[in-house]
């Protein structure tokens, strides 16, 4: 059986930490920040974990 490719736009837009969590960027954090909330934006600067059964088939996808 051949080895699986990477999905490389997925692997642009999340990372795996070392124990095994998938994380990525939220949403809605790029640009037009003045009229959101100070609350709102510093929450936007954090990463968000991917919800388990995504972050498996995630893993799957990148080759993990």
């Known amino acids: 059986m051949p080895k699986l490719k990477t999905h ?3 692997a642009k837009r999340v990372r795996v ?3 095994g969590k998938v994380v990525y960027k939220r ?3 790029g640009h037009l ?6 609350n709102r934006v510093r929450g936007l600067r ?4 991917m919800v388990p059964v995504m972050a ?3 893993r799957r996808a ?3």
Not at 33 to 38: A, D, L, Q
Not at 46 to 49: E, L, S, T, V
């Open 8 to 10: 490389k736009g997925l």
């Open 17 to 19: 930490t070392a124990t």
């Open 27 to 29: 949403a809605f954090g």
């Open 33 to 38: 920040m003045s009229h959101k909330s100070g």
């Open 46 to 49: 954090k990463h968000a974990g």
């Open 56 to 58: 498996t088939k995630a």
């Open 62 to 64: 990148l080759g993990l």
